[in-house]
């Protein structure tokens, strides 16, 4: 239980700087996954092949994988607002020349996919230094409701990215999806180049990999850091079994068409976002541990229930209920460990906090695949039921983190 009370929800919203950014990047959210979109289905028309519509979510998600830990060091290198506002402003130049490209007929698949994993580089460069700027904008009551409205600005977005880009490029073409999401940046660079960060910053006399490797030695030397990130990748290595089988579910077990499996993913950010709303007033009166270990076991349930039914309304349920315990156990791993980061080391700390969230969900929804090729994907939500509840009685005892 916290010795300070936890904000509302909206809380951060009041402070003026915050606001602002979390607005800006909600709208630059929303032409991201845009983005994302319009390169898949243009790739579709100028191929056939499925390997190289695959090879534009490659491109999308490289960048993450190989720059991460250097985009860390940097947020703490360098002014975090410039950051941002220099790394936008590339994302924006890059949108551009790829609607510039679009409409005047020569965006090639090279183009197409060099300007995809450009774009993915600019953002997975500001990435760490958004997370670090958070605790220099709100105070540490709001820091977790801050955490939580990150989440929702990302939900809403992948929600209502990719409906309107597929409006649009019915309306009128791709093009215009890359153009909308280059003035999607101008927000971003406009608010972070109103003033530095509260902290000039911070790693002098240092290489880029020295920097690096101090960070990763705080946060692996550090017993409550190393089992935060720990748990982190745990948890969403096995809640990644929805993402791995949920079309499977949809199609074989409720047997219901693209739009169903759409109604399916939207349960899950619905979820997402009530529990952002609710999460503060239990913070209140319940512990880290006691709130993690709860929202497991209900994940669980809800999963074994999932596993079993063919009705579709049951199945909404559950996954809404999934996604509001995914996000109060991610929201309160990922803010404790925000919380006791120093400020130097809030770049690299959260970059390295991201590398554990995308390395277990990247393996989880391996396994979890290949497991279900074996035994069907009713059993495999069985089996994550099981294995989630085993996994948090034992992050308990074995990766205990105080609140």
Same mark, same amino acid.
């Not at 916290?2 to 915050?18: C, D, E, K, T």
């Not at 005047?104 to 997370?131: C, Q, Y």
């Not at 077990?253 to 939207?266: I, K, R, T």
């Not at 209900?298 to 995914?326: N, R």
């Given at each position: 239980?916290?010795?300070?009370?936890?904000?509302?929800?909206?809380?951060?919203?009041?402070?003026?700087?915050?606001?602002?950014?979390?607005?800006?990047?909600?709208?630059?959210?929303?032409?991201?996954?845009?983005?994302?979109?319009?390169?898949?289905?243009?790739?579709?028309?100028?191929?056939?092949?499925?390997?190289?519509?695959?090879?534009?979510?490659? =491109?999308?998600?490289?960048?993450?994988?190989?720059?991460?830990?250097?985009?860390? =060091?940097?947020?703490?290198?360098?002014?975090?607002?410039?950051?941002?506002?220099?790394?936008? %402003?590339?994302?924006?130049?890059?949108?551009?020349?790829?609607?510039?490209?679009?409409?005047?007929?020569?965006?090639?698949?090279?183009?197409?996919?060099?300007?995809?994993?450009?774009?993915?580089?600019?953002?997975? %460069?500001?990435?760490? =230094?958004?997370?670090?700027?958070?605790?220099?904008?709100?105070?540490?009551?709001?820091?977790?409701?801050?955490?939580?409205?990150?989440?929702?600005?990302?939900?809403?977005?992948?929600?209502?990215?990719?409906?309107?880009?597929?409006?649009?490029?019915?309306?009128?073409?791709?093009?215009?999806?890359?153009?909308?999401?280059?003035?999607?940046?101008?927000?971003?660079?406009?608010?972070?180049?109103?003033?530095?960060?509260?902290?000039?910053?911070?790693?002098?006399?240092?290489?880029?990999?020295?920097?690096?490797?101090?960070?990763?030695?705080?946060?692996?030397?550090?017993?409550?850091?190393?089992?935060?990130?720990?748990? %982190?990748?745990?948890?969403?290595?096995?809640?990644?079994? %929805?993402?791995?089988?949920?079309?499977?579910?949809?199609?074989?077990?409720?047997?219901?068409?693209?739009?169903?499996?759409?109604?399916?993913?939207?349960?899950?950010?619905?979820?997402?976002?009530?529990?952002?709303?609710?999460?503060?007033?239990?913070?209140?009166?319940?512990?880290?541990?006691?709130?993690?270990?709860?929202?497991?076991?209900?994940?669980?349930?809800?999963?074994?229930?999932?596993?079993?039914?063919?009705?579709?309304?049951?199945?909404?349920?559950?996954?809404?209920?999934?996604?509001?315990?995914?996000?109060?156990?991610?929201?309160?791993?990922?803010?404790?460990?925000?919380?006791?980061?120093?400020?130097?080391?809030?770049?690299?700390?959260?970059?390295?906090?991201?590398?554990?969230?995308?390395?277990?969900?990247?393996?989880?929804?391996?396994?979890?695949?290949?497991?279900?090729?074996?035994?069907?994907?009713?059993?495999?939500?069985?089996?994550?039921?099981?294995?989630?509840?085993?996994?948090?009685?034992?992050?308990?005892?074995?990766?205990?983190?105080?609140?």
């Amino acid at each position: 239980m916290y010795s300070y009370r936890v904000q509302g929800p909206w809380s951060p919203l009041r402070i003026r700087a915050f606001r602002a950014l979390w607005l800006a990047g909600l709208v630059s959210n929303i032409g991201t996954f845009m983005h994302i979109a319009a390169a898949a289905w243009t790739m579709t028309t100028l191929t056939d092949s499925a390997t190289l519509v695959g090879l534009v979510q490659t =491109a999308w998600a490289t960048p993450g994988f190989l720059l991460a830990l250097y985009a860390g =060091a940097f947020a703490d290198m360098v002014d975090r607002r410039r950051l941002i506002s220099v790394t936008s %402003l590339f994302a924006l130049i890059v949108a551009a020349l790829l609607a510039f490209l679009q409409w005047s007929g020569g965006l090639t698949i090279e183009l197409l996919i060099l300007g995809t994993f450009f774009e993915s580089v600019a953002l997975t %460069l500001s990435a760490p =230094a958004f997370m670090a700027l958070t605790p220099e904008l709100v105070d540490e009551p709001r820091l977790p409701p801050a955490i939580g409205l990150d989440a929702v600005s990302r939900n809403i977005a992948q929600s209502v990215g990719p409906a309107i880009a597929g409006i649009i490029i019915a309306a009128i073409n791709p093009g215009a999806v890359f153009a909308l999401n280059a003035a999607s940046f101008v927000g971003i660079v406009a608010v972070a180049q109103r003033r530095g960060s509260a902290a000039r910053l911070i790693v002098h006399r240092q290489s880029l990999n020295q920097a690096i490797n101090n960070g990763i030695k705080h946060v692996v030397g550090t017993k409550q850091l190393r089992n935060l990130a720990s748990r %982190l990748a745990i948890m969403l290595g096995v809640t990644s079994v %929805l993402t791995s089988v949920l079309p499977l579910f949809a199609k074989q077990s409720l047997q219901v068409a693209s739009n169903g499996f759409g109604v399916l993913s939207g349960a899950l950010g619905v979820g997402s976002v009530g529990a952002v709303w609710v999460l503060p007033r239990i913070r209140t009166k319940f512990g880290t541990e006691t709130i993690t270990l709860v929202a497991a076991a209900i994940w669980s349930l809800s999963v074994a229930l999932l596993s079993a039914t063919s009705a579709m309304v049951v199945a909404v349920v559950a996954l809404f209920i999934c996604g509001a315990c995914t996000m109060a156990m991610l929201n309160i791993l990922f803010s404790t460990f925000m919380v006791q980061l120093p400020n130097e080391l809030r770049g690299r700390g959260s970059s390295l906090a991201m590398l554990m969230v995308w390395f277990g969900i990247a393996l989880g929804t391996f396994i979890w695949g290949a497991v279900a090729a074996t035994i069907g994907v009713g059993q495999v939500l069985l089996v994550a039921a099981v294995v989630n509840c085993l996994a948090a009685v034992i992050n308990r005892f074995a990766l205990r983190v105080v609140s």
